[in-house]
């Protein structure tokens, strides 16, 4: 073989190698954005969920008896809190979506730019991999808010549930 078809031919596994990198990099963005929208689409119900379990709450409260304590009201409180910040962390993980592709359009195997060709796929992999650590960790607080915002709800939920549950019952008198 001569040199210009060894040239070519280590252009194109280079360009082949670094389009397969860049394709996983794009599917792994893929991937966490269905994550966040998962998430964003649980808060979205959790919280209509609450909203509706309050109004209900609200509704039958025929006795004088306070249902939400204080305690209940700061856990709720507390858990759209979370769940409002969930939200725009999710938010700002969904919305990156600069994705570097690889070398300009113009690139053709014949042009032997091999260095060119070179730095091109590593900046685009350096820059996806960037994207890629910032989309982690903004998809994992919002995860952990998510569970923060359950835990409060639950713990509300359990506060205010435990009112309804009647008490032991009153001793009968001795029969004489």
């Known amino acids: ?85 969930a939200c725009s962390v999710g938010l700002a993980a969904v919305m990156m979506r600069k994705v570097n592709l690889g070398p300009p359009f113009g690139w053709a195997p014949g042009q032997r730019q091999v260095n060119a060709l070179t730095e091109a796929w590593k900046s685009s992999i350096s820059g996806n991999e960037r994207l890629i650590r910032t989309k982690s960790i903004l998809t994992n607080i919002c995860t952990f808010l998510v569970l923060l915002a359950i835990i409060a709800y639950g713990s509300a939920a359990i506060l205010v549930f435990s009112k309804f549950v009647p008490g032991p019952p009153a001793p009968t008198p001795p029969s004489p």
Do not use: C
């Open 1 to 85: 073989m001569n040199g210009i078809d060894e040239t070519s031919n280590a252009e194109g596994g280079l360009h082949q190698n670094g389009a397969d990198r860049v394709r996983l990099q794009i599917e792994m963005i893929a991937a966490m954005d269905n994550k966040v929208g998962i998430i964003l689409g649980f808060v979205a119900l959790s919280v209509a969920e609450l909203l509706g379990y309050l109004t209900l709450a609200a509704t039958e409260n025929h006795t004088p008896t306070p249902f939400f304590t204080r305690r209940a009201v700061v856990l709720v409180g507390g858990g759209v809190l979370a769940s409002m910040i």
